[in-house]
């Protein structure tokens, strides 16, 4: 389904591919061959230290096409299949350089820099348009593969789909297999509404035992996405315990199945909230949370509940589906949102007596703590708001 921003204007989603078992087999051994060409890729790049995408492909384009009898046109999967590895040693250098595998001294750290990138053998693999060509009116497409073109592979989508994939379609497809279903992840480049002027904003604060809450009072609770995971915790030990080949199985499709029921509750919320202000003219605000992970220190118990608090992706939901409405959208500062007072501005941990309630040591303001905080975040996001729209000063 078309259904996922990832940039500006941007937007990727899968359409569900009906192949025979003749093609399905020819797809399969594409992907295999495709990554296994770029796993080896990888350990020529490992072991010489290439980082230059032309020297990469010199030193190993003939080889690809010797160990892997790819000739003409498959040769340029070879090449495509250097540039994937090229943009995946690009997307670990990003990381390390943000951080986000630890410090060099880290496991994670010494890992990621002192092994090549592997390719699973069924990876996702790019095809552009000239490997890759789509019959809009019978619904097929044609794609290159190890054992020539095969053509008439049927998609299945929606008309309004198909009317978005005609008029937008830009650039690469992946073609992914999951659980024996295959899909091709298009890519629709579509014109963002202009944002208009909010006549005030919707703040939302984020939790764990309250997914959002809003200035407004509505309350997204997440008790039972909070039971769904428990029980799934539980079935996760169950299979972990058995350790057969099926258990393991097993327990990745429900790992998927599990993110994709949190993935759902976040279009849910995000929906909701999108809707709102775009009837009301407001604009939301959020908390920026970025880096909470490393910086709070939970107990045994409450790490698993904070490692699965999908609080970013509600946070990326929000952002593109705001985008698309033209709704504004602002990240304010997280800072003491809980602990201060709305009417006078006092700060002190004691205001919030338990996770539930808030009142004010000085003027006596009382009220749920996640509304008080989403309530902060909204007058913070009217100053910030000031202050981005103001001209800027003439010199």
């Known amino acids: ?17 009906l192949p025979t078992p003749e093609q399905a087999s020819a ?24 980082k230059d995408r032309n020297g990469w492909q010199e030193e190993v384009y003939a080889d690809l096409k010797a160990m892997f009898g790819l000739s003409a046109q498959p040769a340029v999967r070879a090449v495509r299949a250097v540039k994937k590895v090229v943009d995946a040693y690009a997307t670990l250098r990003a990381s390390l350089r943000a951080g986000n595998l630890g410090p060099p001294t880290s496991k994670r750290y010494r890992k990621a820099v002192g092994t090549p990138i592997g390719f699973r053998p069924e990876a996702a693999q790019p095809f552009d348009d000239r490997c890759l060509s789509w019959q809009y009116d019978a619904r097929t497409v044609s794609i290159w593969t190890v054992t020539g073109r095969m053509r008439g592979i049927r998609f299945a989508c929606s008309p309004d789909q198909l009317k978005t994939l005609v008029a937008h379609r830009k650039g690469e ?59 799934q915790a539980r079935k996760r030990a169950e299979l972990q ?42 604009g939301i605000a959020v908390e920026a949370l970025g880096g909470i992970r490393e910086r709070v220190r939970p107990r045994c118990d409450q790490r698993g509940a904070l490692s699965s608090w999908p609080f970013h992706q509600l946070g990326q939901h929000l952002a593109y589906k705001a985008r698309k409405a033209g709704v504004p959208f602002l990240e304010v500062d997280a800072a003491y949102t809980s602990q201060r007072c709305p009417r006078c501005g006092h700060t002190e941990r004691a205001n919030r007596s338990d996770r539930d309630h808030f009142r004010c040591r000085r003027c006596g303001l ?10 902060n975040v909204r007058n913070r ?5 000031v202050f981005v729209t103001a001209p800027a000063p003439s010199l």
């Open 381 to 385: 996001a009217r100053s910030a708001w």
């Open 366 to 375: 009382a009220g749920p703590a996640d509304v008080v905080a989403g309530v």
């Open 173 to 231: 497809s992946d073609l992914v297999c999951r659980d024996g279903k295959w899909f091709l992840i298009a890519t629709c480049y579509l014109p963002d509404p202009d944002v208009y002027e909010p006549v005030d904003w919707i703040g939302i604060d984020r939790g764990i035992v309250n997914l959002a809450t809003t200035s407004d009072g509505t309350n997204y609770q997440g008790r039972r996405l909070s039971r769904y995971r428990r029980w």
């Open 1 to 17: 389904m078309l259904g996922r921003y990832h940039f500006p204007s941007q937007r990727r989603g899968a359409l569900r591919l």
């Open 241 to 282: 315990a058995r350790r057969t080949r099926s258990a393991t199985r097993r327990l990745a499709r429900r790992v998927r199945k599990e993110h994709r029921h949190a993935t759902g509750v976040n279009h849910r919320i995000s929906k909701e909230i999108v809707s709102v202000a775009q009837r009301t003219g407001r």
């Open 27 to 50: 797809l399969e051994a594409t992907l295999r061959a495709c990554n296994r060409a770029a796993a080896y890729a990888s350990q020529v790049a490992f072991a010489q230290e290439l």
